[in-house]
């Protein structure tokens, strides 16, 4: 089975502070995604990556930055927290062959007060 | 451009009913489609896909789905619903653009009344 995991399925952090999100997954995906999930607006794509290196931006990009030294991990970074960013964010990864179809980790909730 | 439509926010169901989600898509290319659960504070499971072959798709926990290319559609069913399926469900669809990342319905939020 594919396993996805992230580093904290909650968070609470001040506005201001850079927080950094991980991602794992065990199953030599080429893809990897982050999501934000927020009630009534479904799931937006902030970046993926199909490569180690490799970055491209999404849907809402803005505040955020990400980082891929490796190809089992992708880390999403809020550079300076804003309460705005409160939300559930979502990492999937996917293989480059198939029919690409993603697979989740639980989740991080995270606050920002 | 692609996209994906679940009309419906909201369904409730009485347990032991048949269950449908809808779902309907906009694709330029073949339609490959999914279905996913999320229960409360988890992450999306994969359900099941549709990418060639019959209409009629199998996948997790007894759930299926009925490919429909002349309507566009894509519809989740169960023939008996458990209260254990009470869930959001969101449908998504491969673009064949760029990345060939998936495209995420809003989601619909179903409620198995005992």
């Known amino acids: 089975d594919v396993k996805v995991t992230q580093s904290s399925r909650y968070l609470v952090k001040r506005t201001g502070e850079k927080v950094f999100l991980e991602c794992v997954q065990d199953?030599?995906?080429?893809?990897m995604f982050w999501y934000r999930q927020d009630p009534g607006l479904g799931l937006r794509l902030i970046y993926f990556?199909?490569?180690?290196?490799?970055?491209e931006k999404g849907d809402i990009p803005e505040g955020y930055s990400v980082s891929r030294e490796k190809k089992e991990r992708f880390s999403l970074i809020l550079e300076s927290a804003s309460t705005n960013q409160t939300s559930m964010y979502l990492c999937?990864?996917?293989?480059?062959?198939?029919?690409?179809?993603?697979?989740f980790g639980p989740g991080t909730r995270l606050t920002v007060t | 451009a692609q996209s994906v439509a679940q009309p419906e926010d909201q369904v409730n169901v009485a347990e032991g009913n048949p269950l449908t989600v809808k779902c309907t898509y906009s694709?330029?290319?073949?339609?490959?489609l999914f279905w996913y659960v999320q229960y409360p504070n988890r992450g999306l499971q994969f359900l099941l896909k549709?990418?060639?072959?019959?209409?009629l798709v199998k996948g997790s926990y007894g759930f299926e789905a009925e490919f429909n290319k002349s309507q566009t559609s894509f519809h989740l069913k169960k023939p008996s619903a458990l209260v254990s399926d009470s869930a959001l469900y969101f449908c998504?669809?491969?673009?064949?653009?760029?990345?060939?990342?998936?495209?995420f319905g809003t989601g619909t939020r179903l409620t198995v009344i005992p």
């Open positions: 999937a990864s996917s293989s480059r062959t198939g029919a690409y179809e993603q697979y």
């Open positions: 998504a669809v491969r673009e064949w653009t760029g990345a060939n990342n998936l495209f």
């Open positions: 990556s199909y490569d180690v290196k490799m970055k």
């Open positions: 549709y990418i060639t072959g019959d209409n």
């Open positions: 694709v330029s290319g073949n339609p490959y």
């Open positions: 199953m030599d995906h080429e893809n």
